[in-house]
């Protein structure tokens, strides 16, 4: 089957960029990868690590002659650095973006690119670490990568860039793009927000010293530390970007916690135990599905990539 699009260019060449530029690359090896970051040590670095068959120095530059431009920069940045691209877009290019939250971004980027076609998309993979180094050209295989097509949408270009996300090893799922936030305000971005908080509390507790948090940390909580060791800016673009479903679903969040928290005070051990039953068989569930972890070093050897 030929590749969906002939030229892809990829801004912001940090984990999921790099990822896309190296799985193009060998997914796809007809297809040309333009790169582009804002920052000139990145551009360097992703030269030395092939990330992009080329990579300009200016942003407008390594949008020429794409059929495809993915956005990986944070949610906060995608309407500036999509502005940056307008005087090099060909007609009839596809924008996407690899965002974790959609309907701002949908609309930033319709904003900054009025009148060309625009594809949001969220490949649900990644990892705690950040920048050109992190990259690797597995990160999107067995993985799900939701397109959040606007209502009025191409579906022959929507079609390509499903074939796109399929060729890098993804299935694809399609929603609308409210919908997405709130899914996954509860599936990744509440969980984060509860890693950042407990991390900070227990290393703010005075009994509990730095040293003990580290010697300790191979239970529960070693978890948490990797997921409250994600990019800072990433993050809070996130949070501030899907700022209403987060929310509602911290709202709900802290009524479940009150509920635990009156059943360990009423030493209630039914509920603690039908709640933890519960929660048993949903993990179980996910492994059964196939969707456990893809990171690099959980359970995987067919990487590139480092922890
Ligand atoms: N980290 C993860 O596990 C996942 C992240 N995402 C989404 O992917 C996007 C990128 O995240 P990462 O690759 O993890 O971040 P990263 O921090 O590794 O890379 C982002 C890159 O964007 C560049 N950048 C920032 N502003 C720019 C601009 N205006 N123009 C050009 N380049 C610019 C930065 O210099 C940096 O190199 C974010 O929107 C994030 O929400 C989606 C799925 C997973
Ligand atoms: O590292 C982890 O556990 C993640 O949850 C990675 C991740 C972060 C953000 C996304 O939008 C999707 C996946």
Redesign the pocket.
Known sequence: MSAPFKQVTVVGLGLLGGSIGLAVQAAMPGVRVVGFDADAEVRTKARELGLAHEVPEVAADAARGSDLVVLCVPVGAMGQAAAALADGLSDGVVISDVG?SKASVARALAEALPGHTVIPA?P?????RSGPDAGFASLFSNRWCIITPPADADTAQVAKLVAFWEALGARVDMMDADHHDKVLAVT?HLPHLIAYTIVGTASDLEQVTQSEVIKYSAGGFRDFTR?AA?DPTMWRDVFLSNRDAVLEMLQRFTEDLTELQKAIRKGDGDTLFDHFERTRAIRRGIIEMGQDDA?PDFGRSDHDGQQ
């Open positions: 974790s969220h649900v993979a990644g990892t705690e990744s997921i994600s990171r």
